[in-house]
């Protein structure tokens, strides 16, 4: 198939995909079936009726595809239902220098922003097994200008060809280049951060512990789902073992060719059990029907009883992966939104006037 097939065959579906998720209330409520509820609280019907879409097309979870189809699902699905972003965010691919040899990475800028920049450096999820700088291009975009910021997106490698370490390895190399040549990449160093979904989560937090003694080391870090406890041990992650999008086997299969199943409990794998004195200032985000809700809470509260400040805020009806639905899910939408506010009040705004935030409490609106 042709670069250009493809590309409309992938414009005709997100139009379609759009359609159907912005129908009325009552149409939604008709095609989504009766609603869904775990512990009282509803699955987002938008969401409702994209599950039941996938089921009767008859997509399958990773670990019954294999590594190759789970990577081409991604870089499908991961703009599908991405919001729109406006033109004015240039970008561009650039190398960073890693000990494995160079590193790629997108630095996406805003038009008009002042220079040097507050600057995000960005890990996309896809389990440490898939995920690319396209498959979250359009939501760093978006982010880049609602924030707005520079966002340098990092293409880590991933297993089961590079297993742990090796995306750890790139991730803190990656931030440590930046930090290193702010100069160069027009970056404010009083003002850098660093963020994740999921497996990029883990890789962002991962990160800023193993740079909080550098000279220039991250002020701030924001993590939507991440991957902090890779035991399992929490009760969300049987609560919505299937029937959600992520599921358990899938995160098992992920987990068995990032780590081979062993060194679960390593500070690296779960950063949960490192030592979080010294982390920089957080802001989490959860999903309501996500395996991993509960250890990214228990994450902010860890952090927070390690002296540090954190706050978490969980998004009752969403699923895990909402970070690339905010084009066509209202919730996931106000969810980026906050997101993009937060971020703002950290580089825009003095630290100090984040002392005293427990986790749980809202950070002012910017």
Not at 25 to 37: I, N
Not at 130 to 140: I, K, R, V
Not at 270 to 295: C, H, K, N, V
């Amino acid at each position: 198939m042709s670069g250009v097939v493809a590309a409309l065959l992938l414009r005709l579906e997100r139009a379609s995909a759009r359609r159907a998720l912005g129908l009325p209330a009552l149409w939604l409520a008709l095609l989504a079936g009766r609603p869904r509820r775990v512990d009282g609280a509803p699955l987002n019907r938008q969401l409702q009726l994209m599950l039941r879409l996938r089921w009767l097309s008859g997509k399958r979870s990773w670990h019954r595809m294999g590594v190759a189809a789970a990577r081409r699902q991604l870089e499908r699905e991961g703009g599908l239902l991405a919001q729109d972003v406006p033109a004015s965010v240039s970008h561009r691919d650039i190398e960073l220098d890693g000990s494995a040899g160079p590193i790629r990475a997108r630095l996406y800028r805003p038009g008009g922003l002042a220079l040097p920049a507050p600057t995000l450096v960005f890990y996309h999820g896809g389990g440490f097994v898939a995920g690319s700088l396209d498959s979250h291009d359009l939501p760093c975009r978006a982010l880049a200008a609602a924030t707005p910021c520079q966002v340098v997106s990092i293409d880590y490698r991933l297993a089961p060809e590079h297993p742990f370490p090796a995306a750890v390895d790139d991730a803190v190399d990656a931030l440590r280049a930046v930090a290193a040549n702010c100069a160069r990449w027009d970056v404010d160093p009083a003002r850098l951060a660093v963020g994740g979904d999921s497996a990029g989560g883990n890789l962002a937090t991962v990160a800023a512990l193993a740079t909080r003694s550098d000279p220039v080391r991250p002020c701030f870090q924001i993590l939507w789902y991440p991957v902090v406890d890779s035991t399992a041990s929490f009760p969300s992650v049987q609560r919505f073992a299937r029937g959600f999008y992520l599921d358990w086997p899938t995160m098992r299969w992920c987990l068995g060719h990032y780590t081979g199943g062993g060194q679960l409990r390593h500070p690296q794998v779960s950063p949960i059990f490192a030592d979080l004195a010294g982390a920089p200032p957080a802001y989490i985000q959860t999903a309501g029907f996500d395996p991993l809700r509960d250890e990214g809470e228990a994450y902010a509260d860890r952090l927070a009883a390690a002296g540090g400040v954190a706050q978490h805020r969980r998004y009752p009806g969403l699923i895990h992966g909402f970070f690339n639905l905010a084009g066509c899910v209202d919730e996931a939408g106000a969810a980026f939104d906050d997101a993009a506010a937060a971020l703002r009040q950290a580089l825009y705004r003095p630290m100090p006037g984040m002392v005293g935030l427990k986790s749980g409490e809202q950070l002012e609106p910017a």
